[in-house]
C-alpha cells in the first residue's frame, strides 16, 4: 500500500535528503539546456 511522502520523511530526523533527477527524450528538469538553448533555473526552486 502507498504511503504520502509526508508520512515517509521525518524532517527532524533527516533534514535533507539527496534528490535523484532523471531526464527523459532530453527533456531538461533544471539548468540550461544546450542544444536548444532553453534555460529551466525557475524550476530549481
Known amino acids: 500500500?502507498?504511503?504520502?511522502?509526508?508520512?515517509?520523511?521525518?524532517?527532524?530526523?533527516?533534514?535533507?535528503?539527496?534528490?535523484?533527477s532523471r531526464c527523459v527524450r532530453r527533456a531538461f528538469l533544471c539548468g540550461q539546456d544546450s542544444v536548444t538553448g532553453n534555460n529551466y533555473e525557475h524550476r530549481r526552486g
Not at 3 to 10: L, N, Y
Request: proline share 10%; net charge negative; aromatic share 10%.
Open 1 to 20: 500500500m502507498t504511503q504520502p511522502r509526508a508520512s515517509q520523511i521525518c524532517l527532524e530526523d533527516t533534514p535533507w535528503y539527496h534528490v535523484v
